[in-house]
């Protein structure tokens, strides 16, 4: 229901944008998020915003660097990701949490991930 897009490997210092879209999920309503999860390591949110688009959430450690938007008339959230580091290396997965916060993200919509990988 969720789809990712956008995934790669790139060189430190480099940029991607990560798009979420819905299929056969109404958008209207859901608060969005990302989550990434390296090898070895917890599950972690990196960036989650309201519906329409109020009060995004960021990650301390890619504040300055990611921006989560959405766009509602597309169904379809980004994640713009500058200044790329190896330690953002990870499966990205987009969720979304009918209602919910920005701040308390609680997914009950998961798309299937996409690999960013950045090389040092």
């Known amino acids: 229901q969720l789809v990712e897009s956008g995934g790669g490997v790139v060189q430190a210092g480099d940029s991607l944008r990560l798009s979420c879209t819905t299929s056969?999920?109404?958008?209207?309503?859901?608060?969005m998020g990302w989550v990434r999860q390296a090898p070895g390591k917890e599950r972690e949110f990196v960036a989650a915003?309201?519906?329409?688009?109020?009060?995004?959430y960021h990650l301390d450690s890619v504040k300055g660097r990611f921006t989560i938007s959405r766009e509602n008339a597309k169904n379809t959230v980004y994640l713009q990701m500058n200044s790329l580091q190896p330690e953002d290396t990870a499966i990205y997965y987009c969720?979304?949490?009918?209602?919910?916060?920005?701040?308390?993200?609680?997914?009950?919509?998961w798309g299937q991930g996409t690999q960013v990988t950045v090389s040092s």
């Open positions: 056969g999920l109404t958008f209207s309503g859901y608060a």
């Open positions: 969720a979304g949490d009918y209602r919910g916060s920005s701040r308390s993200l609680n997914p009950k919509h």
């Open positions: 915003i309201n519906w329409p688009g109020g009060d995004p």
